[in-house]
């Protein structure tokens, strides 16, 4: 299965973990065990963000310039690639911009368009992380878990 170059950014050591997770947990998950599409490139993103008119998340664009489109364990994460970002907003407030799933049970990966910050709603429920990196941070230790 295809892994893109690993970039030297933010996301650099948490990239690193999350491949070899996905790497080791193959076995368990054959096929579906991860799937990362291609980076973004810088063009691409700077595209999407004027066609849009608004900025992406730093640490959110680091991940797409890894992978422009993922998932991972089984999609137990998605991160959308780019002309996928905002297709399910219409099940958030207005202040959120859908960026992919978290389990697949309708549990949405957003940012918030005023201060940048990464988050999730579940059901009306929301998490928010921080930056991307800190919602890596948050479920790397998951990826480890082999009751997922």
Not at 14 to 19: A, C, D, N, S, Y
Not at 95 to 111: H, N, R, S, W, Y
Request: charged letters at 30%; hydrophobic letters at 35%; a negative charge.
């Amino acid at each position: 299965m295809y892994i893109p170059e690993i970039p030297d950014n933010s996301l650099t050591e948490e990239i690193k973990e999350i491949v070899e997770v996905c790497q080791k947990q193959t076995s368990k998950y054959g096929k579906n065990a991860y799937h990362f599409n291609p980076p973004a490139s810088e063009e691409e993103i700077n595209l999407w963000e004027t066609k849009n008119d608004m900025t992406l998340p730093e640490s959110y664009k680091d991940w797409l310039r890894f992978s422009n489109g993922s998932e991972i364990l089984n999609w137990f994460i998605t991160v959308y690639k780019l002309d996928m970002i905002g297709e399910y907003d219409k099940y958030v407030s207005d202040d959120l911009k859908v960026i992919g799933e978290i389990i697949g049970d309708g549990e949405f990966l957003c940012f918030s368009i005023k201060t940048k910050n990464i988050t999730s709603v579940d059901h009306g429920k929301i998490h928010e992380y921080g930056s991307f990196k800190d919602f890596l941070r948050y479920y790397i230790p998951m990826f480890f878990d082999d009751s997922l």
